[in-house]
């Protein structure tokens, strides 16, 4: 079982408020991803979570139980950190074995348990090395060996994808996800990074300075994004936001469209503008368009191949249902 | 290209050479100290018998029959080995706080630490034999202990704290996570990473301990007194003996210098590299 609540959690450094009050419930079996930009506070409340950081006010429940005491070693968690923080003395069986050792499992069950986690984590060839001698693909699959193996009621995840390279990262993604299948264990998992978000989680909390902006599935995050700021951080290429004339047309402060959500001619459309840099990925083409009079730079998604040169005169037409429109506060407007 | 050439070959020469004679100068003492233990007091104070004499061990004889040698030696052990243990039992857990889990205090502490080296050991000379005749505890092992241990705890902290700062936060951490209490945390993952910085530390306050002088001189008569002060009483009182005093100060710096050369890599190693890379 991995219910976790968060009640009022408070967190200051000295003088400086990390993490304002702040509430949050994580269903058992969730897959919850925070994200937000660095330094927003998504380590901060993960470790808040693991016993690693006083809480200044305010309880962390886990199951019903208020743990906001009790030390790490024994909430039951397991995490995995974005520098492994594999122990660089032992080898990857002793790294493994090591919280099964700790919490007095016997001999039997260990061997047992590291077999069946190597050979998940394609690791049994590597048992008796160090970590010194293992790729970093491979130290991040050792720590999350070291992870499963004590059937934790939650696994944290402190951007462990951050230090792989781009190849790889997609394949521990996948792997990540997998993992969740099958033990189907809640999983609290800390990124800046949204793809990894849009694509792993059942739940996306987005943060910024420490306060929710808005919890819900990636689809309604996409689809209705609460205020400007998520709206701007959930989708890639970023949304398209602007004030001014068609804004108070549409009955809004500030407007925002996708790249996705606009058609593009070379002849005809509702706005008009230039054509700047084309990016060629072949499956689509992003056109960053200037001179639209609305905002700096727009950008807008084709798909397949557009061929659109430097300079070339562009008109774009948004697909209207796909507005989204803000007020003042940058709250969305139904 | 000529300049270069000659320049390349006067540093190839010169270089060595120079480093051979600092190297001389430094050892001569040491080479001096042990030949002049061979010859006889009378052989000792004449110039011209540098290297022609004829060797004797009777200044070795003399100083384990009549100079209770052994006494000395054994205290100089009891002390430096006890004061390194002791040292290292209040350092270990307090570089480990200091590194791992520092306050804005941490740093004003450390500097307060190491300023408590700046106080001139002659200051507190007369307090310190004062006290601790008052206190029943002059000419004790426990005195030499405590004040060998005190006079280096600060440098001893201070190394240890360099050492535990290399081992990431976050392999505590995972300890944590995995189960560790504190002391679990020393035994499992600091001590074991640290191992070479901690060694050489233990080391080098031993070394201190045994050489110290100012002190173990002046805190001690005869029960805790160590090979320092076997030396200090082959000097003064009886003039200038100094194949004796030569024989006595081989033997005291002798076993250390037999130590330090058998860990030389070790302390080398420890002093230079960090703990974990
Ligand atoms: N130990 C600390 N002392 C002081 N400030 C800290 C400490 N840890 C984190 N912070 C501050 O808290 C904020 C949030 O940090 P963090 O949770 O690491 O952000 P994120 O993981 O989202 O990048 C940052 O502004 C950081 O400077
Ligand atoms: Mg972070």
């Known amino acids: 079982m991995g219910r976790i609540v968060l009640k009022d959690v408070k967190k200051s450094f000295g003088e400086t408020n990390v993490i304002p009050p702040l509430n949050l419930e994580i269903d058992d079996g969730e897959f919850v991803v925070f994200v937000g930009p660095s330094g927003c506070g998504k380590s901060t409340l993960l470790r808040m979570i693991a016993g690693l950081e006083d809480l200044t006010a305010g309880d962390v429940e886990i199951d019903g139980n208020v743990v906001t005491e009790v030390p790490p070693s024994k909430r039951g968690l397991a995490m995995v950190f974005q520098s492994y923080a594999l122990y660089p003395h032992m080898t990857v069986r002793k790294n493994i074995a090591f919280p099964m050792r700790m919490a007095g499992i016997d001999e039997e069950t260990q061997k047992a348990k590291i077999e069946a986690a190597a050979t998940s984590l394609n690791l049994t060839d590597y048992l008796d090395r160090k970590p010194g001698q293992l790729s970093g693909g491979q130290r991040q699959r050792v720590a999350i060996g070291r992870a499963i193996v004590r059937e934790p009621a939650a696994f944290l995840f402190d951007e462990p994808l951050s230090n792989l390279d781009a190849a790889l990262r997609v394949g521990m993604r996948l792997e990540i996800m997998e993992l969740h299948e099958k033990l189907k264990t809640t999983m609290i998992y800390v990124t800046h990074d949204q793809v990894e978000a849009m694509t792993m989680a059942d739940k996306i909390v987005v943060l910024q300075a420490g306060v929710i902006e808005q919890v819900g599935s990636p689809l309604d995050l996409y689809h209705a994004p609460r205020n400007k700021f998520v709206a701007g951080f959930i989708g890639s290429p970023k949304m398209n936001l602007f004030e001014g004339e068609e804004a108070t047309k549409r009955n809004a402060h500030t407007i925002g469209i996708r790249p996705e959500h606009m058609t593009v001619s070379k002849t005809e459309g509702l706005w008009e503008g230039t054509v700047g840099v084309a990016e060629h990925l072949g499956s689509d083409t992003f056109l960053h368009i200037h001179e639209t009079g609305l905002m700096d730079m727009m950008t807008v998604r084709v798909n397949g191949d557009f061929a659109a040169r430097h300079g070339d005169k562009i008109f774009l037409t948004p697909d209207e249902n796909q507005i989204h429109r803000f007020d003042a506060e940058g709250m969305r407007i139904e | 290209m000529a300049i270069v050439a000659q320049h390349t070959k006067f540093s190839k020469i010169a270089w060595p050479v120079l480093a051979w004679v600092v190297a001389l100068i430094f050892f001569f003492p040491i080479f001096y100290m042990v030949l002049t233990s061979f010859k006889t007091d009378a052989d000792a104070v004449k110039p011209e018998f540098l290297f022609s004499f ?24 009891i002390t430096a080995v006890s004061a390194t243990i002791f040292t290292l039992v209040v350092a270990v857990p307090c570089a480990y706080a200091m590194a791992f889990n520092p306050t804005r205090a941490t740093k004003d502490i450390l500097m307060w630490m190491l300023s408590t080296k700046m106080l001139p050991a002659a200051a507190v000379l007369y307090p310190m034999i004062f006290m601790t005749k008052a206190a029943g505890l002059y000419d004790t092992h426990f005195l030499i202990i405590m004040v060998l241990s005190l006079i280096n705890l600060p440098i001893v902290i ?51 301990c045994w050489n110290e002088a100012y002190w173990t001189v002046r805190l001690t008569t005869t029960d805790a007194a160590t090979l320092s002060k076997l030396i200090e009483g082959n000097r003064a009182p009886e003039g200038l003996f100094f194949g004796r005093l030569s024989a006595v100060s081989t033997a005291a710096v002798g076993p250390i210098v037999v130590l330090g050369w058998f860990c030389q890599k070790q302390l080398v190693q420890g002093l230079t590299f960090g703990a974990v890379k």
């Open chain 2, 54 to 77: 004829t060797p004797t061990l009777e200044n070795y004889a003399n100083m384990t029959e009549n100079y209770d040698y052994w006494r000395f030696a054994r205290n100089s052990v």
């Open chain 2, 158 to 208: 201070w190394m240890l704290f360099t050492y535990f700062k290399d081992i990431p936060k976050d392999i505590i951490e995972a300890g944590k996570m995995d189960g560790l209490n504190t002391w679990g945390e020393v035994r499992e993952i600091l001590i074991p990473l640290a191992w070479g910085g901690i060694a050489s530390t233990a080391l080098l306050c031993f070394i201190f």
